[in-house]
């Protein structure tokens, strides 16, 4: 037997003989078994899986701001940054970005000659500074 397995799994088609050199009907093979059915009950890693892709959501771009932030600082460019104030406005500030930490942008800004802090979530938009600026 074991030499037959060892054949067929080498994808041989083994041929037993009996004592006076027959052959001999190869056994018949069995279906493998079926695969379990499904856990109805989600395990912990599944769980898990859907919490971290219910979190990774698309249309989130506090990742993209920073990457476009950084790139303004390296690059030591103004840009035109929209805020979302507590009461619902927006107001366009003209910035030259000097660090991102903390989920925070601190940036200068040279119409009001101060510095600013803003949180990266109540940044709506950003776009290059316009060129009087």
């Known amino acids: 037997d074991a030499v037959e397995r060892a054949l067929a799994a080498a994808r041989l088609a083994p041929l037993r003989e009996d004592a006076a050199g027959h052959r001999i009907a190869p056994a018949p093979r069995t ?74 942008l601190r940036a200068r800004d040279r119409v009001a000659d101060v510095e600013r802090t803003l949180p990266l979530s109540s940044i709506v938009e950003i776009s290059p500074a316009p060129a009087s600026a």
């Open 31 to 104: 279906a493998p078994a079926s695969a379990p059915e499904a856990d109805p009950e989600p395990d912990a890693a599944d769980a898990l899986v859907s919490r971290l892709r219910a979190a990774d959501d698309p249309d989130d771009g506090a990742a993209w701001t920073t990457r476009q932030l950084e790139v303004a600082i390296r690059a030591k460019a103004a840009l035109r940054v929209r805020v979302r104030m507590p009461d619902g406005r927006e107001v366009d500030h003209v910035l030259e970005p000097s660090s991102v930490a903390g989920g925070r």
